[in-house]
């Protein structure tokens, strides 16, 4: 099911995001480039998928009647290099644009988008937006001075289609499948997948070896452990991350993993008595040994999250 908008309203919300937590390391900030969308990062993976490979990684899936967007960057700053890219790729001139989730380097740079653009979202994710995007802004723009300068301004507004659970798009030869599981790293958290190249682009839903943010109140590790039990029959060939490095198919089960043994070992100190405090400060201690390799510090801020939030 999917509704169509017939308005165009400046939305004067901006957002953020908790993956700050993934930048504090040497591997992270090397796997995460930031802010600003490179053209030079351009690589094609696929016999229909583009990647701008950056902070975030922006999908680009061209069909023969219209081309599909996936994120925008920073604001409109970078959004414009991603319009830039995707009209110099494009076979027409029908752009869609869909974003993972609301965080700002994912939604934020939509004012650079040309007006005719056709703005898709699920229906979970514009009411985060629209809930969480103004306070979430402030912060994000005060991380550094670079941010205040790219969130000048920004504009939003609202989708052209709302979906509830999936859509199916059509761009001419190739479909995208954009759908919602449920919450995860945030609760309107949608993925893509492109079937005709057996390509994903998760959103932050999986990754490759970057520690998963529970990054708000609606987060789930027990939902979001559900989400990756159905994409796992996908076996996608190729798996476009929004950060980090590309994979393959083994990354769900090594995300699976991960927080299987996140959630199983916060539930069971919180069952002996432990407090938050104590349980976050003696599992993180904990997972930087048992993975060594995996870049971020949102452990301690996960282990709150489970112990406060749904499961």
Request: net charge negative; charged share 20%; with cysteine.
């Amino acid at each position: 099911m999917f509704r169509r908008k017939g308005f165009f309203e400046p939305l004067a919300a901006a957002l953020t995001i908790a993956a700050a937590a993934f930048c504090a390391t040497p591997r992270a900030q090397a796997q995460l480039p930031q802010p600003l969308v490179n053209e030079s990062t351009l690589k094609k993976v696929s016999d229909h998928v583009y990647v701008l490979m950056g902070f975030p990684n922006i999908g680009i899936v061209v069909g023969s009647r219209a081309t599909l967007v996936i994120d925008t960057g920073l604001g409109a700053r970078n959004g414009a290099t991603v319009v830039r890219v995707a009209q110099s790729l494009s076979k027409s001139p029908i752009l869609y644009l869909t974003t993972t989730h609301f965080h700002p380097e994912h939604a934020s740079g939509l004012q650079a988008f040309p007006p005719s653009t056709v703005l898709i979202r699920n229906t979970v994710q514009q009411e985060e937006l629209e809930k969480l995007g103004p306070e979430m802004t402030d912060r994000f723009r005060n991380m550094s001075a670079q941010n205040k300068d790219l969130l000048q301004d920004v504009q939003l507004r609202p989708p052209d289609i709302l979906f509830d659970r999936e859509l199916n798009l059509d761009l001419g030869g190739v479909t995208a499948r954009l759908f919602w599981l449920g919450a995860s790293h945030t609760k309107g958290d949608e993925l893509i997948f492109i079937a005709e190249d057996s390509v994903l682009l998760p959103g932050d839903i999986v990754q490759d070896k970057l520690i998963p943010n529970l990054s708000n109140d609606d987060a789930s590790a027990k939902s979001w452990i559900a989400d990756l039990d159905q994409l796992a029959p996908l076996q996608p060939k190729l798996i476009v991350p929004d950060h980090g490095a590309l994979g393959d198919a083994s990354l769900i089960a090594k995300e699976r993993a991960f927080l299987v043994d996140l959630l199983d070992s916060a539930l069971a100190l919180k069952a002996q008595g432990k407090s938050a405090d104590d349980a976050a400060q003696t599992i993180a201690a904990q997972f930087k040994t048992k993975y060594p390799d995996w870049a971020g510090n949102a452990v301690a801020s996960d282990v709150h999250r489970i112990y406060t939030g749904p499961q």
